[in-house]
């Protein structure tokens, strides 16, 4: 029996991907290159130095660990002056009114992002106090598709892994949840979300009760 949900944050709550994509992009355009949307797709749920990383190779650019610690900060401070801006009107539709049904039932609702910066971002758009637990990449030292955040999100809830379904909008994200031994719901494309046990386009007017019927 489902008795906990775990959330990923960036494309399951809010949309901050533009807002990655436009602090990775100036950080590229500086070091004389570019990323375009399409690569950006492969950097979601994929930890901050590990993006790094990933798109340095896209470049051909070869730089030291204390650069590439620099270069990720300095990113974050531009990324954190985009994401500072956001509200309650960026959380992603039906999100809210999907949270609204869960509070009606005994079960539990835990965050478990990569990112650092997710009690911040929770905190701006007025949802932290929505959370029984929160796992963020200040928690963790493996990304996703290692299980460990949504393990470590389980096990602050009290529950089993079994009692546990992930939304989750990522590829490594999804297999994490799987990793775990959980039933995850792709929040995308069935297309690309293909190991997850149901997909939806979004929560809007999504039935909880219907949802939980198809999944258990
Ligand atoms: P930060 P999620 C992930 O969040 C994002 O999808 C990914 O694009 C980002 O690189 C990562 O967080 C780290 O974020 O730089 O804020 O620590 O999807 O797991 O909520
Ligand atoms: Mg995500």
């Keep these: 029996m489902i008795k906990g949900f775990l959330f990923d944050l960036d494309g399951v709550i809010v949309e901050t991907a533009i807002f990655h994509y436009q602090a990775w992009r100036k950080m590229a355009n500086d ?7 399409e690569f950006n797709e492969t950097l979601k749920g ?13 470049g051909n650019v070869v730089l030291l660990e204390e650069e590439k610690i620099e270069l990720a900060t300095k990113k974050n401070e531009h990324y954190l002056t985009l994401v500072s801006k956001m509200t ?6 039906g999100v809210r009114e ?36 929160i796992i963020d990449g200040t928690k963790i ?12 999100g389980a096990a602050e809830l009290g529950l089993s892994p079994e009692e546990c379904l992930v939304f989750e909008d990522a590829v490594a994200g999804v297999e994490a949840g799987k990793n775990a031994g959980m039933k995850v719901v792709g929040i995308g ?6 190991k997850a046990d ?11 009760r219907q949802l939980l019927s198809k999944i258990q």
């Design 31 to 37: 070091l004389g290159f570019d990323i375009s949307e």
């Design 46 to 58: 994929v930890s901050r130095m590990d993006s790094l990383n990933l798109i340095l190779a896209h």
């Design 88 to 93: 309650a009107d960026d959380i992603l539709p």
């Design 98 to 133: 999907f949270f609204a049904q869960i509070k009606q039932t005994d079960i539990k609702i835990a965050l478990g992002s990569v990112s650092k910066n997710a009690k911040m971002i929770l905190e701006g758009v007025g949802l932290i106090n929505d959370f029984d637990a």
């Design 141 to 152: 030292s493996k990304g996703k598709p290692d299980p460990e955040v949504f393990l470590k």
């Design 189 to 194: 494309h069935a297309e690309v979300l293909t």
């Design 198 to 208: 149901i997909v939806l386009k979004g929560f809007e007017n999504i039935d909880l």
